[in-house]
């Protein structure tokens, strides 16, 4: 779903160069703040960490028979660093990967995960860029009415196209 997702910004963002350069040129530069620290990636949790393990003995390209196994795994490493549960319990289903014992509190913890997927597929799907990519409607009448959405006045855009 996220790469669905990244694959309809891209578009949207290409599609839609002019407008999003037209927009930018109307707002004040920001100045970032020079003393920003970097952000820690928090640990992985143990579940997170034994579902890892069960997909790297299977699905590690040093181990795996399979012909995409450098591909699966570099998902799996994707998953885990990200710390996205969801990806890996989806990938434990795609080959019948086994998921140790659960307790609880684990299963809880999946239950978030998923539960936190399907918002974030809810959100991806809210999107303009979504719209864009996944409409059958015409792209001309579509453009004009996510114009319209955004705040773009017609006859401003063409006049600022025309000068750049």
């Not at 100045?31 to 949790?45: A, E, F, G, L, V």
């Not at 990938?91 to 974030?120: G, M, Q, R």
């Not at 409409?135 to 001309?140: G, L, V």
Request: hydrophobic fraction near 30%.
């Amino acid at each position: 779903m996220d790469e669905l997702a990244s694959e309809y910004q891209e578009k949207f963002s290409k599609d839609f160069y002019n407008e999003i350069a037209f927009m930018k040129s109307f707002q004040k530069e920001q100045k970032k703040d020079i003393r920003s620290k970097p952000t820690r990636k928090p640990h992985p949790p143990p579940i997170l960490q034994k579902i890892y393990r069960n997909l790297a003995k299977i699905l590690h390209p040093d181990v795996s028979l399979l012909s995409n196994a450098e591909e699966e795994f570099k998902r799996v490493s994707d998953c885990y660093d990200n710390l996205d549960l969801s990806g890996l319990l989806i990938i434990s289903n795609k080959y019948n990967i086994e998921i140790p014992n659960l307790s609880e509190e684990e299963c809880f913890i999946i239950n978030d995960a998923l539960l936190k997927t399907e918002k974030k597929i809810a959100s991806n799907q809210n999107t303009i860029s979504w719209l864009w990519g996944s409409s059958h409607e015409d792209k001309e009448v579509l453009r004009k009415k996510i114009h319209e959405a955004i705040g773009i006045n017609q006859e401003e855009f063409y006049k600022w196209k025309k000068e750049n």
